[in-house]
Structure formats: C-alpha cells, structure tokens
C-alpha cells in the first residue's frame, strides 16, 4: 500500500498543486463524486478510456488534454484506510521527439540496438497499438514508440499486487487514437555522427591556451548529463560513466580502451587518483573504495563524497553543508575531524591540490556561486568570482598553475582565468577553445605533464546521442 498526504480543496485551488500519480499525496478532496453511473469514460485528443467510476476514481483535475500530449490518472483508493491507495494508474500518450523514449529503453533495460534491428522484444496490444512491458517491484509499465506519428505512449500502474484483474479490466477499455503522419525518427546512435573537433587556442596576453579533442576508439554515448568523472595514472586515464570504469590509454591524441574494471556497485559517480597510483571512488549512498592495481584494496564506511589530497594522506568528506570533516587515513581506518568553511553555504562540489581546498558553493553572503579557495588547514585565502565580482554558474574543477588559477564552469560553459591574486583575468566559451555547442564540464583531472584532462557531455549534430567527449587543455 501506498501513502497519500492530504491536500485541502482550497489549496488546489489556489495553488493548482498536483496530486495524483506521487506517491505521499493525498487525493480524498480532489475525488470526483460517484454519480450512480457504473461506467464512464474519459475522451481526450489522443486516446479515450471506458472505466468502471465504482471502482477507480479518476482525478479530472490532473487531466492534460493538448494536440500533443495527453494525460490522465485514476486510483483505486484503500477502503481500510482513506490515507492509502491500491493502485495508482497513469496514462500518457504524447506526440514528441523519440529522445525520452530511448532514455526509457535504457533505463528498463531494454536494448537500443536489438530492440530498433533485431525485433527482439516481444510486445503486448493494449489500446490499438503494441507496447513493451516491464515490471518490477511493484511497477508495471506498458510503453513504446509509434514512429509513423511520432509518438510515445506510456501506461504505468503502481500497486502491492501488479497482477490485479481490475488493472487488465481497465486496459480494455483504453483506445488510443494516433494519426499516421508518415513521421520518421532520426537516426540511432550507431546511425549517426560521433563528435569531432579541431584543435584550437586562443591567446591572453603572453599565454596561448590550447585545446586537443581526443579521440576516443569507440564513441561514448549517455542518457546521463552531469555525474561522470576522470583520474589520470601515468599514461592511463579512467572514465567513469554511467557507473561504468573503463581504463583507457593515453597516446598521440587518442584513447583506447584497455579494460572494463569490475565495481561492487554500478552507482560510483566520482573518481580521483593520487600520486601513489590509487584511485578513489564514491558516489551516493556507497562506501568509498580504493583500488590498487585496478583491483578493490579498501573499503571506507560513512563518508559521503571524498575530495583527496594528492599524497593520498587525507580528504575532505562532504555533502551539501558547509560542515564538513577532514578525514586522515591510516591503513584500513581514518580518523574524522570537523572542518567547517563558514563563509560558504550549499556546496556542489571540492577538489584539493597539494597546497589549496576549492570549496565551489553559493556563498553564505547569497552574492551567487563562487569559488572558495582555502588553505589545507581550512582557513580562507580568497574567493573567486566574475568579472564584476559577482557569481559564477557552477565551477565543477579549480586548478592552480605559476600564472594562476584556471577553473571550469559547467553551468556557464566557460573556463575562466584569475590571476596569482584571485582576480578575474578572462573567460573562454566552449565554441571558442572546444568547438562545442553547449556541454556540460562533468569532471576533469591534472595529467602528469601539468596539462588538464577533461570530460564533458556534447549532444551529436544529428541528436542521435549525447555523447562522452574528452579534450586536453594547456598553455594556461
């Protein structure tokens, strides 16, 4: 059984809140009132549903009726308990771009490939057209592309008991109603361009910040935006993906994969490397691992995300808050003492070099994001900012060379340079030393030759895939 919070008419009514289809919402004061009919139906421009209202309430409130998208929710409610529903129905039929689709592919483990060639799935008719099915866990999820009218439909029932007969009564009284308008897709990811670039540079004063595309030997591809990261080892460079660590090999421009490293769990999302070698993962929810020789050495319990100091030595843990702890490492243990950056509030993301913390976060002041430079014992050197001395999108890696300090905005899409003070220098857009249109700067990481290692995520031309892209960068 699932719990519904009770929402007031009045409320709804002002607010416009949603209720149905989330789990901890009530619904007992959005109900339509029984009208004595056995059966009803719902007609949108999409598709139409014949129910039995003395046994589903349907949430006319949550309707979406458009040319393009349509969308309605019923619920059995628990009769022991009005707090509670049986089953949670969503019908969605929407006319849009087959995106979504194909992230939904991947994400209920469906194959792209050997679903879009090889007809490998069996499919079900519910409504006039054939849709996959997936069930786990209490979802049971009917869905599928109609390419001729480019649509995607989508029926999902959350319930204790998915073998319900009153779910299959209420598939038979759905019809759904797509126009064939001769629409075609665009291509697959295995039909469309990979990522290129060219080299490029651009000069600031006596510097000549270099960019160089590498290239990967088999393209990348990811439904995912933000959570991948790189360490560099030598001339072995790690790409974390998708909760995925391939080792690759650095040489002449390109990358080429070496080995898939096996992880315990497939949610790590942050990879650093030390000077002794080792690399550290963490990631939501997880114990952090360290792996020597590719292989899992030690496991540490209770630390959320760990920025590591070169030497391997200690870290900073931390989450969102501006309280954190530095963490010593001593073997298969650490000690944890509380180090707290008071000038900051929500933190997104710390990295650590051999002589500075860079805590980007919003500033406790509000005056926007920045980037919070500290010395090791945790007392503030400088803040860095824009131009006008206000904030920054969201700084995803900070670096510190002889002529400053270099750092990577993921939410702006630019690379700013500050000087030996911390005073802004200058800005580069992504097009201009990447060529990109608009990705995102996941992660990046020092290589031995003093040179940044980045990844970022890059939608293909064509919109056949989102795709890994790794670029060097030097000069600065």
């Known amino acids: 059984m699932r719990k519904y919070l009770a929402i007031i008419l009045a409320i709804v009514m002002l607010l416009s809140l949603a209720a149905c289809g989330d789990k901890g919402k009530d619904n007992t004061d959005n109900t339509n009132p029984p009208t004595g009919n056995t059966d009803a139906a719902i007609v949108t421009k999409l598709f139409t549903l014949d129910y039995d209202e003395n046994v589903w309430t349907y ?41 979504d689709f194909r992230e939904d592919l991947v994400y209920y483990g469906f194959d792209q490939y050997e679903y879009a060639v090889n007809n490998k799935y069996e499919t079900v008719k519910i409504g006039g057209v054939d849709l996959l099915k997936y069930e786990k866990d209490g979802t049971l999820l009917y869905f599928n592309r109609i390419e001729n009218a480019g649509a995607t439909v989508s029926i999902e029932f959350d319930a204790d008991d998915t073998s319900d007969e009153r779910i299959a009564d209420l598939l038979k009284g759905l019809t759904i109603s797509l126009e064939d308008t001769g629409n075609e897709d665009g291509p697959w990811e295995w039909e469309g361009t990979p990522f290129f670039a060219e080299n490029k540079g651009v000069v600031v004063g006596s510097l000549k910040i270099q960019s160089q595309w590498i290239k990967l030997d088999e393209y990348i591809s990811t439904f995912e935006t933000f959570n991948h990261s790189v360490a560099a080892v030598g001339n072995n460079v790690y790409l974390l993906v998708d909760g995925e660590l391939r080792k690759c090999a650095l040489t002449d421009g390109s990358l080429a994969f070496v080995e898939k490293i096996d992880l315990p769990e497939d949610d790590y999302d942050s990879i650093e490397a030390t000077s002794d070698g080792t690399l550290w993962l963490s990631g939501s929810m997880n114990d ?5 020789n590719d292989k899992v050495a030690t496991t540490y319990e ?10 391997g030595k200690w870290g900073v843990d931390f989450f969102t808050s501006n309280e954190c702890n530095k963490v ?3 073997g298969d243990t650490y000690t944890s003492t509380p180090m707290k950056f008071p000038e900051v509030d929500t933190i997104m993301h710390i990295n650590v070099d051999e002589d500075n913390i860079y805590v980007c976060a919003s500033a406790a002041d509000e005056s926007g994001h920045k980037v919070f430079v500290y010395d090791t014992d945790g007392k503030l050197q ?4 824009d131009e006008d001395g206000e904030g920054l999108g969201s700084v995803t890696f900070m670096a510190k060379s002889k002529n400053g300090y270099i750092g990577f905005d993921g939410n702006m899409r ?23 249109s608009y990705p995102w700067f996941c992660n990046s990481a020092l290589l031995s030759d003093g040179s940044i290692i980045t990844i970022m995520t890059e939608e293909r031309a064509d919109k056949s895939a989102t795709e890994l892209v790794v670029f060097t960068v030097k000069g600065f």
């Open 302 to 311: 209770d630390i959320d995300n760990l920025a590591m100091h070169p030497s």
């Open 288 to 292: 952090i691992i360290c792996l020597k």
């Open 328 to 330: 010593t490492f001593k």
């Open 382 to 385: 400088k803040v860095l900012c």
């Open 414 to 436: 630019d690379v700013i340079l500050w000087d030996n003070d911390g005073k802004f220098v200058t800005l580069f857009s992504d097009d201009s030393l990447f060529s990109t």
């Open 59 to 99: 949430y006319d409130e949550e309707t979406e009726n458009e040319d393009d998208n349509c969308y309605v929710c019923l619920q059995i409610p628990d009769p022991e308990d009005s707090e509670y529903y049986l089953i949670n129905a969503d019908i969605r039929v929407s006319v849009e771009e087959p995106y």
